[in-house]
């Protein structure tokens, strides 16, 4: 098992490198971006090609973060390219004096930073495909219920990334919501399906991996892709722009829960 991890985490390695270079040609380091979520896939598929798939949980998992990682990076690639590079890299990049020295500094805070992340929280859809933990009676490879409680999380948080996302869509193509901030639909009830889905998705996929031999060991992923969703580049950064932008954002907080989906409270 570890000596596939260490070959996933070369193979990240060389693939994040690739994606530096072209950034550093055309100038734009944000198509990290849209790495970020085939970047957690990658690992399982090699995974599951380097043992030449164990059964169904490493299949499920491998389907699984599969089909979250085109939906997310096919989102962003259609939101994000032609548009320029994203205003934090812009900021880092002033920040930096110039393009060389810009170059020198993403490779290493944003491109091997984001690099490691991914492998670190994707190692639920790795580890989890090794075997079966003595607990769970459920032969060498076979799905019990907490594997099935995981895909039924895993398909909720999906859908509230995707839903959220669409409806988000719709609503700024509308000339008639120029200016105005979204709070229908999955956003009345929540100020971040799309981050709650993420967390969502990736609980589920760990509750998938516990049953297997060692996946109780990568029960800190799922945890560090809260932390980030929630208190640090997600929802955190989000709404300290968001406040900033919309006169009526505080007004919106007092109504709508901040992460988990909750009833609103009514307009007074």
Known sequence: MLTILAQNFAIMLLIFAGVWLISV??????????????????????????????????????????IWAFRL????????????????????????????AFARQSLVRVYFLQCVISFFVSLPVQVGQFGSHPVFANGSVGLGPLAMLGAVIFMI??????????????????????????????????????????????????????????????VLSPVVMFIFLYFLSGKGLLEKLMARKYPEYEAYKERVSGFFPWPPKPVS
Do not use: C
Not at 42 to 65: D, N, S
Not at 183 to 210: C, E, K, M, Q
């Open 25 to 66: 040609t055309i100038k734009d380091a944000s198509i990290v971006d849209i790495l970020w979520g085939p970047s957690l896939a990658i690992p399982a598929l090699l995974t599951y090609f380097f043992q030449a798939g164990q059964g169904p949980r490493a299949l499920l998992l491998t389907v699984l973060v599969s």
């Open 157 to 218: 948080g999906l859908g509230f990334e995707a839903i959220g996302d669409a409806q988000l869509r719709a609503f700024k193509k509308d000339p008639a919501n120029q200016g105005k901030l979204m709070d229908r639909g999955l956003w009345a009830w929540t100020r971040h399906p799309n981050y709650f889905g993420d967390s969502a998705v990736w609980f589920g996929l760990f509750l998938i991996a516990v049953e297997s031999r060692w996946g109780y060991v990568t």
């Open 73 to 100: 990076g096919s989102y962003l690639a259609v939101r994000n390219l032609g548009h320029g590079e994203d205003f934090r890299y812009q900021a880092m990049r002033q920040k930096a004096g110039s393009d060389a």
